[in-house]
């Protein structure tokens, strides 16, 4: 067998089929969802089903109403966007959970949606990159401040386009 065959092969082995790539893909899905979306989507079930039970979704909803009333959002909307601070997942999964009880509806879960992706996960993306590379602590308060001012901003214009759009 010549060295350029030999080459050629080692090439063939080395490169995965369609297929095993697929499988892989699929695979590292799998686990993101069990081990990341799941547990969120849990805890934020829990977590709206206890402020539920003891009464202080409808407190806090209530005091902070005249808030959420900007973005068009009832004031029990404040959890979901709690919930992403910690994880984008369980934003996202306690805005389904208020829409499944009726406290919100489909617009403002969509108003809810793109605001908890933009700030999702923020003190874990904060600690992770802002603490472990050392940035000067000057910084920190508006790199905090950032995504939480950009969150506001895509509830706001997302508002619009479903006013524009008849919709909310």
């Given at each position: 067998?010549?060295?350029?065959?030999?080459?050629?092969?080692?090439?063939?082995?080395?490169?995965?089929?369609?297929?095993?790539?697929?499988?892989?893909?699929?695979?590292?899905?799998?686990?993101?969802?069990?081990?990341?979306?799941?547990?969120?989507?849990?805890?934020?079930?829990?977590?709206?089903?206890?402020?539920?039970?003891?009464?202080?979704?409808?407190?806090?909803?209530?005091?902070?109403?005249?808030?959420?009333?900007?973005?068009?959002?009832?004031?029990?909307?404040?959890?979901?966007?709690?919930?992403?601070?910690?994880?984008?997942?369980?934003?996202?999964?306690?805005?389904?959970?208020?829409?499944?009880?009726?406290?919100?509806?489909?617009?403002?879960?969509?108003?809810?949606?793109?605001?908890?992706?933009?700030?999702?996960?923020?003190?874990?993306?904060?600690?992770?990159i802002v603490i472990v590379s050392n940035v000067d602590?000057?910084?920190?308060?508006?790199?905090?401040?950032?995504?939480?001012?950009?969150?506001?901003?895509?509830?706001?214009?997302?508002?619009?386009?479903?006013?524009?759009?008849?919709?909310?």
């Amino acid at each position: 067998m010549s060295n350029q065959t030999a080459v050629g092969m080692d090439l063939k082995k080395a490169k995965p089929s369609v297929v095993e790539e697929f499988v892989a893909g699929a695979k590292k899905g799998f686990y993101i969802g069990a081990e990341m979306i799941a547990p969120a989507m849990v805890l934020a079930y829990v977590l709206i089903q206890f402020l539920d039970i003891t009464g202080l979704m409808k407190s806090v909803g209530q005091i902070l109403e005249p808030v959420m009333t900007v973005f068009g959002l009832p004031g029990e909307a404040v959890f979901a966007l709690v919930a992403a601070f910690f994880a984008k997942a369980a934003g996202c999964a306690t805005a389904a959970t208020l829409y499944s009880k009726g406290v919100i509806t489909a617009a403002q879960a969509t108003i809810l949606f793109p605001a908890c992706v933009t700030m999702g996960t923020l003190i874990g993306h904060f600690v992770r990159i802002v603490i472990v590379s050392n940035v000067d602590r000057k910084w920190h308060s508006l790199l905090i401040c950032v995504p939480l001012v950009d969150a506001a901003v895509v509830m706001v214009l997302t508002r619009v386009v479903l006013s524009i759009m008849g919709l909310n």
